[in-house]
T-cell receptor, first 113, second 114 residues
């Protein structure tokens, strides 16, 4: 069945880079997503990558996709205390209209000053 | 533009009672999704509406859950009767019909069944 796995916790110092990793099992995954949830808030889309891409960069965020190994990573450069949140990896195997998402458990990122 | 809204933000009920959760999607979004996160577990897909039609309800746990989207605007998710294992955070998301790479999420409803 479909499965998405992430490590549960990551702690970094302010100014360092954070790398959050995710593995998935569905080889038909079409889109892969990173969502962020700040305390008491909803789920906010950070970025997504289409399965035919290897990398996507958006300001401080870099997403790397290794489709052969089914591995996705999110790198946050110059991590700030405001980046402290839970980061969810999610994928959808559908290119059609039903983009139901399969989620990881989320990685809790703690940024220490 | 208003985002996805959900009501209530919190609900505490006793086992056996009925609760109805409401989701108002972004205006004009035909796709509407319900997800649930039970504590300690991953977020799980419940169902997907396209306008007023259920496109995929494969994630609905059992027949105690009933989702509706009359008129293709807001949606309700009724749990009747509620059980302890129904406790969790229920998220709603919406997206446009044709450009649906991103689902916009509401803040969630935290349901506690005692």
């Amino acid at each position: 069945g479909e499965d998405v796995e992430q490590s549960l916790f990551l702690s970094v110092r302010e100014g360092d880079s954070s790398v959050i990793n995710c593995t998935y099992t569905d080889s038909s995954s079409t889109y892969l997503y990173w969502y962020k949830q700040e305390p008491g808030a909803g789920l906010q889309l950070l970025t997504y990558i289409f399965s035919n891409m290897d990398m996507k960069q958006d300001q401080r965020l870099t997403v790397l996709l290794n489709k052969k190994d089914k591995h996705l990573s999110l790198r946050i450069a110059d991590t700030q205390t405001g980046d402290s949140a839970i980061y969810f990896c999610a994928e959808t195997g559908s290119a059609g209209n039903n983009r139901k998402l399969i989620w990881g458990l989320g990685t809790s990122l703690a940024v220490n000053p | 533009e208003a985002g996805v809204t959900q009501f209530p933000s919190h609900s505490v009920i006793e086992k056996g009672q009925t609760v109805t959760l409401r989701c108002d999607p972004i205006s004009g979004h035909d796709n509407l999704y319900w997800y649930r996160r039970v504590m300690g577990k991953e977020i799980k897909f419940l169902l997907h509406f396209v306008k007023e039609s259920k496109q995929d309800e494969s994630g609905m746990p059992n027949n105690r859950f009933l989702a509706e989207r009359t008129g293709g605007t807001y949606s309700t998710l009724k749990v009747q009767p509620a059980e302890l294992e129904d406790s969790g955070v229920y998220f709603c998301a919406s997206s446009p019909l044709l450009i649906n790479n991103e689902q916009f999420f509401g803040p969630g409803t935290r349901l506690t069944v005692l």
